[in-house]
């Protein structure tokens, strides 16, 4: 069982930006399929899915992050990074990274449900918060 480690979170001002960092090592550069994304979850609110990238190379985004927000990763390394911009107060939130090696397909699932579900690593998460 590995445990992906999250890190980047910080405090920001409304319109900042931060780039959050997740290794899972040997989770990549092993080969195979994967997926790995990113989730969050704000004070008092349900998680809530960001981004996901998969081995394949195809990238998911919640509507809500989309043109702000951006996934990739470095396969050699086993990192994945989420670099945020135009940040909003509605931003802040404990983000957390999740990994699966089944592909994140699920009949009816969208990848981010799907990985939500299938997930078999979760990491601690980090705090990102933005202040207005």
């Known amino acids: 069982q590995v445990t992906p480690v999250e890190s980047g979170g910080g405090s920001v001002q409304s319109g900042g930006s931060l780039r959050l960092s997740c290794v899972i090592p040997g989770y990549m550069s092993r080969g195979g399929t994967y997926c790995m994304g990113w989730f969050r979850q704000a004070p008092g609110k349900g998680r809530e899915g960001v981004a996901v990238t998969k081995n394949d190379g195809t990238t998911t985004y919640a509507d809500s992050v989309k043109g702000r927000f951006t996934i990739s990763r470095d396969s050699a390394e086993d990192r994945i990074f989420l670099q945020m911009t135009s940040l909003i107060p509605e931003d802040t939130g404990v983000y957390y990274c999740?990994?699966?090696?089944?592909?994140?397909?699920?009949?009816?699932?969208?990848?981010?449900?799907?990985?939500?579900?299938?997930?078999?690593?979760w990491g601690q998460g980090t705090q990102v918060t933005v202040s207005s």
């Open positions: 999740a990994a699966d090696r089944k592909g994140c397909v699920g009949s009816g699932l969208t990848t981010l449900q799907a990985l939500e579900i299938m997930a078999d690593a």
